[in-house]
Each structure stands twice: as C-alpha cells, then as structure tokens.
C-alpha cells in the first residue's frame, strides 16, 4: 500500500517562509494531479494548490502570490513553498495525489503561524 509521508510543518512567524514536503513510500503508476489542502480548526478542508501532471499549477485566491507548488523530476515528491506567511495560514495541510486508480492523501502536518 502506498504511503504519502510529509515533512517540513512546524511553526512560523508571520512574513516568515517554511516549506513542506510529500514523498510516496514507492513508485506511483497514474499520477494526474498533487497537491496540498489544508483544515483549520472548525472549518472545512479546502485546496491550497495543485500541480498538473503537464506541469500547470493552480493555487487557491489567497495563496496566488505567496505559495509555490513543486514536483521533483520522478513526480512522486511534492512540495510546497509558503513564503510571507500569515497567521490565517494556520492549519493542518495535506498532501494529496489524485491517481487514475483513486486518491491518496498523506497523514497531515501541522503548521502555526505567529502574528
């Protein structure tokens, strides 16, 4: 069973910078999108941003102009670089690959913004 592990949640201050990280546990056949979502507490989990299998990225309204949403040359590790951080940022975030055999999504790392 494929795993999705990520890395690189923690806290930040705001205006400050952190970068996650998503590694599959093994080679992953029909990869169409990756991506990040993240939950705030009460709230709904929503997405933060997606690359495309052809390399097009997408990102939520809020994020356009401070995340960055990456994939490694092998496209089985995602990343996604947070920069001006802000302290609505807070959340658990999840990695997310959507496959042509199902989702997977990885366990969640936390990250705090500070204001």
């Known amino acids: 069973q494929v795993q ?3 890395s690189g949640g923690g806290l930040g201050q705001a205006g400050g910078s952190l970068r996650l990280s998503c590694a599959a546990s ?27 299998s052809n390399g097009a990225t997408q990102y939520k ?11 490694n040359k092998a496209g089985n590790t995602v990343h996604l670089q947070m920069n001006n951080l802000k302290p609505e940022d807070t959340a658990i975030y999840y990695c ?18 500070s204001s």
């Open 4 to 6: 999705l592990v990520e």
């Open 26 to 52: 093994r080679t992953v056949s029909g990869i169409l999108t990756m991506g990040w979502y993240r939950q705030a507490p009460g709230e709904e989990r929503e997405r933060v941003a997606v690359i495309i």
């Open 61 to 71: 309204d809020s994020v356009k102009d401070r995340f960055s949403v990456s994939k």
């Open 96 to 113: 997310h690959m959507r496959t042509s055999w199902g989702p997977l999504w990885g366990q969640g790392t936390q990250v705090t913004v």
